[in-house]
């Protein structure tokens, strides 16, 4: 009870300072709409290229029935920082020849310091927040796409359908523009859509061997500020957006697997994105394509994490999992932790203290990654088109029985290592 106390007091305080942070100098003066349930955010700069395709891609959202979703459900924010192209004028030009359209165009000039993706997304979610706590929107969602980024019709619909069924957060799945794809370098479109087909596998290996609790399949694997929505209560229960320089949106996903977050991976919500590898975000898909070409100019295969490994660290996750669940309930004995801790690399002590203390699952996750001690496989590597061939042998197997999902709501029934005549161990801390 106390670690709960304790994320309800950090919610009200980031709550408060994110209001407070938003307040100083508001961004939009102009009050959104009662009805209004969605904050699109666009951070734009030098995106005259694509910065029509982009709005009118927002000003021509349909509901899942097909029909014209009116335009008083949602409003966007564009803010251009310091462009040097056409890019203000271009928005502002766009919301006049769409009156109907809540489209706020906001112009500024940060200090070079302060001119990076992450404090621009920052800025924007922490407006987004003040405006839908303004009409009391608790469960308004504060959705992020770019500037050089085409929504589908439906993407804002498909969002809202996630959160009603009980989504804090949604990822949308974010494809390459095809006619820029076709444009790239032979290796780097190699490369880009192996890497799509192996994070694809992996994530259905996920599904099978330690799924998300509130995922179901089928998902995807991607959480990018392309696509991005969260609801305003989670967004100020895990402090917001933070103001790292990149990736924020990684950072910000890492936050929410901090507080259990409902996150759900989408393929209903979906967007279009640039292929360019001249990027505005440094360690960006653009900078992975230029890498990807330098590759291919060298002959250097593509590796990744061995199949082996990665199942390795999956199944090590679930046991950690059940271990955390069962803590809740007080089900725990001494041998299951020091399995799990010798598995981990850390102290049988530390890890029956966390289990105890730790109120989030996604916390626990992350202070054992932080204090193990040893690296759970050694052989780690291996070249992509083999790892996804490993990838389909195993999942041809496991695709015989449905996946088991754990509900952290539902109780779950302790595990017998030991004969029910034999008095298991009790836990002791030291």
């Known amino acids: 009870m106390q670690g709960i106390e304790r994320i309800g007091k950090q919610t009200a305080a980031h709550a408060n300072a994110l209001l407070d942070e938003a307040s100083i100098e508001p961004l939009v003066i102009e009050p959104p709409a009662t009805e209004c349930e969605v904050c699109v955010v666009v951070p734009v700069r030098d995106e005259a290229e694509h910065l029509v395709a982009t709005l009118n891609?927002?000003?021509?959202?349909?509901?899942?029935?097909?029909?014209?979703?009116?335009?008083?459900?949602?409003e966007i924010i564009l803010l251009a920082n310091n462009c040097c192209d056409d890019s203000a004028a271009i928005a502002r030009e766009f919301a006049q020849q769409h009156p109907s359209l809540a489209l706020h165009v906001v112009e500024i000039t940060l200090p070079k310091a302060e001119a990076y993706i992450g404090k621009v997304r920052r800025l924007l979610m922490?407006?987004?927040?003040?405006?839908?706590?303004?009409?009391?929107?608790?469960?308004?969602?504060?959705?992020s796409t770019d500037g050089d980024t085409?929504?589908?019709?439906?993407?804002?619909?498909?969002?809202l359908a996630e959160i009603s069924r009980g989504a804090d957060a949604v990822?949308?799945?974010?494809?390459?523009?095809?006619?820029?794809?076709?444009?790239?370098?032979p290796y780097a479109r190699l490369c880009h859509l192996r890497e799509v087909g192996y994070r694809y596998l992996l994530t259905e290996l996920e599904t099978y061997l330690d799924p998300e609790p509130y995922e179901r399949w089928p998902r995807h694997?991607?959480?990018?500020?392309?696509?991005?929505?969260?609801?305003?209560q989670m967004?100020?229960?895990?402090?917001?957006?933070?103001?790292?320089?990149?990736?924020?949106?990684?950072?910000f996903y890492q936050a929410l697997v901090r507080v259990d977050a409902r996150f759900r991976h989408s393929p209903a919500v979906k967007v279009i994105t640039s292929a360019r590898q001249t990027g505005r975000a440094k360690n960006g898909l653009a900078h992975q394509l230029r890498e990807w070409t330098a590759m291919g100019h060298k002959h250097q295969p593509f590796i990744v994490e061995s199949v082996a490994r990665s199942e390795q660290k999956l199944q090590a996750r679930r046991k950690l999992r059940l271990l955390w669940m069962?803590?809740?309930?007080?089900?725990?004995?001494?041998?299951?932790?020091?399995q799990c801790a010798q598995e981990w690399g850390v102290s049988l002590a530390w890890l029956a203290a966390e289990l105890y203390q730790s109120p989030t699952f996604g916390l626990l996750r992350e202070r054992v990654r932080e204090k193990q001690v040893i690296e759970l496989e050694r052989d780690c590597h291996q070249e992509i088109s083999q790892a996804i061939a490993e990838l389909r042998s195993r999942l041809s197997?496991?695709?015989?029985?449905?996946?088991?999902?754990?509900?952290?709501?539902?109780?779950?029934?302790?595990?017998?290592?030991?004969?029910?005549?034999?008095?298991?161990?009790?836990?002791?801390?030291?």
């Open 326 to 338: 069962r803590s809740r309930l007080h089900q725990l004995n001494e041998y299951e932790i020091a």
């Open 150 to 159: 085409r929504v589908a019709p439906t993407w804002i619909a498909a969002t």
């Open 235 to 251: 967004y100020a229960r895990v402090g917001g957006m933070p103001a790292v320089r990149t990736p924020e949106d990684v950072a």
């Open 57 to 74: 891609a927002l000003a021509h959202q349909i509901d899942l029935q097909g029909k014209p979703l009116h335009h008083s459900r949602y």
């Open 126 to 143: 922490n407006e987004a927040y003040r405006r839908l706590q303004s009409i009391g929107r608790d469960r308004g969602v504060i959705a």
């Open 397 to 430: 197997h496991l695709r015989k029985t449905p996946p088991i999902y754990l509900n952290p709501l539902e109780q779950v029934k302790p595990i017998l290592l030991f004969p029910l005549s034999v008095q298991m161990p009790q836990v002791r801390i030291s």
């Open 221 to 232: 694997y991607q959480h990018y500020g392309a696509s991005l929505a969260v609801t305003a």
């Open 171 to 185: 990822g949308g799945r974010i494809i390459t523009d095809r006619a820029e794809r076709s444009q790239l370098d």
